[in-house]
């Protein structure tokens, strides 16, 4: 079970990294996440060079596809190539957006007739889009999720393990990352959020 954590340039670190360690935790279990970019190395918005793991090709053949945000998404769904590489199947993969990313989901189609999450500074941009965006952490309706805030990050790897390998996997990942002497409410916190956001399923 392979995962793309698809990283265009001028990402946010904290969602491409946070989603990927947090997946390859899983490794043993067969499960793991790469960093997908669309040229051989991207710089992250506060000028960390990362050399990609997979091409964009890749994004075809994984089980599922999460798409990170950045200082440079607008730019990104504004380039008609750079989406023509994203050919996202949601009747067999799992596709998930991080904060701007849902302006991704949103270019594609993807988002149509239901709501979203996204941070702060890309809600009215994702609003124009005809979206219409909670005032929440998570929300997921059949295999497609949408996060909103960096550290939202947490509760959409949780969303994939679980979906993937099952509760008990996201709650021992989640628990072993978690503050110290705050395990237990974290692990809580993260199966509350993603189980709530999925009432409706698709």
């Known amino acids: 079970m392979q995962v793309a954590v698809v990283t ?3 990402f946010n670190e904290l969602d491409s990294f946070i989603a990927s360690a947090l ?3 899983c490794r043993k279990d067969g499960l793991q ?7 051989p190395v991207v710089t992250s918005m506060n000028g960390v060079e990362v050399t990609g793991q997979r091409p964009m090709e890749f994004v075809t053949g994984a089980d599922a596809v999460l798409i990170g945000s950045g200082v440079k998404t607008r730019d990104v769904v504004a380039d008609d190539r750079l989406l023509s590489t994203l050919p996202l199947d949601p009747s067999r993969q ?5 904060c701007s990313g849902a302006l991704v989901l949103a270019r594609l189609g993807l988002l149509t007739g239901m709501p979203a999450c996204t941070d702060l500074k890309s809600r009215s941009h994702v609003e124009a889009c ?4 909670l005032d929440a952490p998570f929300h997921a309706e059949g295999n497609i999720a949408t996060a909103g805030g960096c550290l939202a990050s947490q509760y959409l790897a949780a969303w994939v393990i679980t979906r993937m390998l099952g509760e008990n996997a996201a709650r021992d ?3 072993y990352v978690a503050p110290v002497g705050e395990n237990q409410e974290t692990v809580e916190r993260a199966m509350r959020a993603t189980h709530t956001g999925r009432l409706v399923q698709r």
């Open 23 to 25: 997946i390859n935790r």
């Open 8 to 10: 265009f340039d001028g």
């Open 130 to 133: 005809g979206v219409t965006v």
């Open 33 to 39: 996440a790469f960093i997908t970019t669309p040229t």
């Open 94 to 98: 799992l596709i998930g957006s991080q």
């Open 173 to 175: 990942v989640i628990g």
